[in-house]
Nanobody, 114 residues
Framework: QVQLVESGGGWVQPGGSLRLSCAAS????????MGWVRQAPGKGLGWVST????????SYSESVKGRFTTTRDNAKKTLYLEMNSLKPEDTAVYYC???????GGPGTRVTVSS
């Protein structure tokens, strides 16, 4: 079955960086667009980014554009989210998604505070 397992979250000070990973299994990873969504405390899911199946196309929400970068390694079946210049408003649980599927993994928590 489809499995997506996120990792790499933690606590970081404003202005810091983190790299999230998402290990995929149970489907042909290289055939799907993938993405990241996040859920801030007390709020609903918010779209962060999308990457094409080949990795040649990406799209980002305005709130993270220029600070976050999504990449993928199809040989390793892994999705990445490089987050720089982190702000307190980036605090959330981050989930990777397959296409337009709802998140199914445990997520990884990112806390940005001083």
């Amino acid at each position: 079955q489809v499995q997506l397992v996120e990792s790499g979250g933690g606590w970081v000070q404003p202005g810091g960086s983190l790299r999230l990973s998402c290990a995929a299994s149970g489907f042909t990873f290289s055939s799907y667009f993938m993405g990241w969504v996040r859920q801030a405390p007390g709020k609903g899911l918010g779209w962060v980014s999308t990457i094409s199946d080949s990795g040649g196309w990406t799209s980002y929400s305005e709130s993270v554009k220029g600070r976050f970068t999504t990449t993928r390694d199809n040989a390793k079946k892994t999705l990445y989210l490089e987050m720089n210049s982190l702000k307190p408003e980036d605090t959330a649980v981050y989930y990777c998604t397959r296409g337009s599927d709802t998140p199914g993994g445990p997520g990884t928590r990112v806390t940005v505070s001083s």
